[in-house]
C-alpha cells in the first residue's frame, strides 16, 4: 500500500517526527520509539485509538490527522 508522509506531533511536548506508513502506525512507532523501543517487530498497532470524528488517531500523547 503506497502512503503519503504523515506528520506525528506529540500535544505534550509539540515534538514532531514524519513517517512513511499509515497514520495508525505512525502514532505507534512514534510512542514506542519515544520509549527507546526499536522493535518495530513487536509493536502493536492495536494501541492506535481513532477519535470520535474520525479525523485524528492517537497513541499515547501522539497524534496524526487521518487522511
Same mark, same amino acid.
Given at each position: 500500500?503506497?502512503?503519503?508522509?504523515?506528520?506525528?506531533?506529540?500535544?505534550?511536548?509539540?515534538?514532531?517526527?514524519?513517517?512513511? %506508513?499509515?497514520?495508525?502506525?505512525? &502514532?505507534? %512507532?512514534?510512542?514506542?520509539?519515544?520509549?527507546?523501543?526499536?522493535?518495530?517487530?513487536?509493536?502493536?498497532?492495536?494501541?492506535?485509538?481513532?477519535?470520535?470524528?474520525?479525523?485524528?488517531?492517537? %497513541?499515547?500523547?501522539? &497524534?496524526?490527522?487521518?487522511?
Amino acid at each position: 500500500m503506497k502512503t503519503d508522509g504523515v506528520t506525528v506531533r506529540n500535544l505534550s511536548t509539540g515534538e514532531e517526527h514524519d513517517y512513511t %506508513c499509515p497514520a495508525n502506525e505512525a &502514532v505507534v %512507532c512514534a510512542f514506542e520509539q519515544a520509549r527507546k523501543n526499536y522493535s518495530t517487530w513487536d509493536y502493536d498497532y492495536s494501541k492506535a485509538i481513532v477519535s470520535k470524528s474520525g479525523k485524528t488517531v492517537s %497513541c499515547g500523547d501522539w &497524534v496524526a490527522l487521518l487522511n
